[in-house]
């Protein structure tokens, strides 16, 4: 996973890899001081990037991207 800023939108970036036999991506995001996960979205398997266009400029966040291959999450 990476991310990259655009704080001229403001977004973020994130880039993955394609999986085989992925079916699709949940993205999760938390602010850096935060201890929950947010789901943002989920997206389908073909999918290898998502832009994040409702963050703030000077915000920390950390994000998570958990692929589900058949039936099961990894």
């Given amino acids: 996973l990476s991310a990259e800023a655009d704080p001229s939108a403001p977004s973020i970036k994130l880039k993955w890899a394609k999986l085989p036999n992925a079916v699709n991506f ?11 996960w947010s789901i943002l979205t ?14 703030s400029v000077g915000n920390a966040y950390e994000y998570a991207v ?3 291959c058949n039936s099961t999450y990894k």
């Fill in 26 to 36: 949940s993205i999760f995001r938390k602010s850096i001081n935060d201890a929950n």
């Fill in 42 to 55: 989920t997206v389908i398997s073909t999918d290898t990037f998502y832009v994040d266009g409702s963050v």
């Fill in 66 to 68: 958990q692929v589900k």
